[in-house]
């Protein structure tokens, strides 16, 4: 048997009329199967695009996109847009017939050959995603989050072997927003669904992805375990998008102890931390930002203002002299 690639896009471009940096530029990807694969940009660096062409709703100007082998056809070659293997969730739930019950907005995209199957089908997804008990609700008087979990419902009742998310957590409280990752990471698990996410929240994709791509005016500047980019991210950009980190000038990182060539040198907030018992007390508390288990501290010296983090919450106050201890940089 020979090893055919799931899900693979070879020099893809699609650029569009009229912007100078728009769309997505000569682009290699292979999507690992059943895993989380996330991609994560800034605001406008072609990760809705990118999606869009993987699932064929868009085509490439240049190269080509294979699936289990098979060319995806864009929009001009295919009558109904979009792979049949695939299904996409956005942010918008306007799909819903918020008149009808929820158990209906699922079951109804089922076919009616096989009564038996359709409800055991149903019941199997609304399981899956938490939302049984809300079989006889109309869809109307859901939150958002609950909308949400019909949506990706109904994206999963026909067992697509690729489920696509396009920052589909936006709308939804952070409160909830854990508990549908999880239970997301659980399909995937249970069934050997693969997910390829957009989404700019670092928190999100940290704790969901296998795999993250970032990208930046529509190329792929580094892909990783999230772990591995998070802890030694080879590109500023990188590092900015998962962390709210400092990034200090050359001749700032000097005030700091720190002698570099490098344009920049970055401090994660959990690489610094205040040590009161320190004679040389030159940092001032500017700012406590109390967290929960932890704290932000805004620390000033010369100008200069770090984000620390400290899980001692309550020992330090605004005015508070203190001594700072970098225990980690990077340089870029
Ligand atoms: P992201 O999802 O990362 O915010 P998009 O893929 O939506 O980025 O967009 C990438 C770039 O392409 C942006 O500069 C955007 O303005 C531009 N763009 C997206 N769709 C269109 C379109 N249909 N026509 C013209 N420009 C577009
Ligand atoms: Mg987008």
Known sequence: MTDTPFLQATAISKTYPGERVAG???????????????????SGSGKSTLLRLL???????EGSIHFKGERIWGPEEKLIPGHDAMKMVTQDTDGLNVYAKVW?????????????????????VLKQLNILHLADKQAF??????KQRVAIARALITRPEVLLLDEPFNQVDTSFREGLQQDIRQVVHDTGLTVIMVSHDPAEVLSMADELIVLKEGQIIEMGHPKKLYQNPQ????????????VLAADEAKHCGINTRAAHVVIYPEWAAPTGSWTRKNWTVKQVLFKGSYEDLLVAKDGITLRLLNDEPGKYNVGDKVHIKINRFMEF
């Open 104 to 124: 209906d907005n699922i079951a109804v995209l089922m076919p009616n050959t096989d009564v038996g199957a359709k409800e055991e089908r149903a019941t199997q």
């Open 55 to 61: 699932y064929g709703l868009l085509s490439p100007d």
């Open 141 to 146: 008087f859901l939150s958002g989050g609950e």
């Open 24 to 42: 997505v530029k000569r682009t290699d990807l292979a999507i690992q199967p059943q895993k989380i694969t996330a991609i994560i940009g800034e």
């Open 235 to 246: 590109n500023l950009y990188t590092a900015k998008l998962l962390t709210n980190c400092n």
